[in-house]
């Protein structure tokens, strides 16, 4: 099969040298990518830079990505060619519009006004002790997959922080609803670490359990070939 895999996560500019980004390693579509190819099956990696990857190898394609708008793009050219798209990256759900001192925004009529505005600055001036940013709402990548592929396998990642099991399935299933995912990896940011990752793959009637980000690439593994 042909696999889309995207791994990382996606950082959006300020100005030339200043960007909002996240701590999203990698590690995980990596290790998806390997497992994946290591059953012979093709993959197109989606990333980013910073991000760690496999080592390049036969039947292995990467492309590299910045920000959502360049995720977007690259994803609506590649999604029709695929049969299944594993989307684990961490994608911005913000992005910036501009950049302004303390001073400026309260003199504002609206702040609002301030939304109409854009840097030219390279280098956005540090001289104010505080600055305001103000911030948009990026588009969610994932709800747009089946309008490019109505028959992609999807499987879609949803990361919480302390919640209970059954808050963590209920979103997971609402994701599954919204984006018309087949399965939704669901996992909580304190149930990971050096050597665990405990996940849940996630579908309409189940949830299975994995401990290591191994077992959870060899679990999606065996549910995307089992949709075959």
């Known amino acids: 099969m042909k696999i889309l895999i995207t791994s990382g996560g996606t950082s959006e500019a300020i100005d030339r040298v200043r960007s909002i980004t996240n701590h999203a390693t990698g590690h995980l579509g990596k290790i998806v990518a390997e497992t994946f190819l290591k059953a012979g099956h093709q993959v197109t990696l989606v990333t980013t830079k910073t991000a760690v990857k496999p080592s390049p190898t036969s039947g292995l394609v990467i492309h590299e990505i910045t920000n959502v708008d360049s995720l977007k793009t690259c994803l609506e050219e590649l999604v029709p060619q695929h049969q299944v798209l594993i989307h684990s990256m961490a994608v911005s759900d913000y992005t910036p519009v501009y950049m302004t001192g303390l001073e400026e925004a309260e003199q504002a009529e609206h702040l609002s006004d301030l939304l ?8 956005i001036s540090s001289k104010d002790d505080y600055q305001v940013l103000f911030l948009k709402k990026t588009p969610k990548v994932i709800s747009l997959v089946k309008d490019w592929n109505p028959a992609i396998q999807l499987i879609g990642f949803k990361l919480l922080v302390d919640v209970s099991k059954d808050q ?3 979103v997971a299933r609402q994701s599954l609803d919204k984006n ?11 149930e990971i670490g050096p050597n665990y990752h405990h996940a849940y793959l996630v579908s309409k009637d189940d949830a299975v359990l994995a401990k290591t980000k191994e077992e959870i690439a060899e679990l999606i593994l065996t549910s995307v070939q089992k949709g075959e």
């Open 116 to 123: 109409t505005r854009s840097n030219t600055e390279t280098k």
């Open 168 to 170: 963590l399935f209920a």
């Open 180 to 190: 018309k995912a087949d399965y939704i990896v669901a996992n909580d940011l304190l």
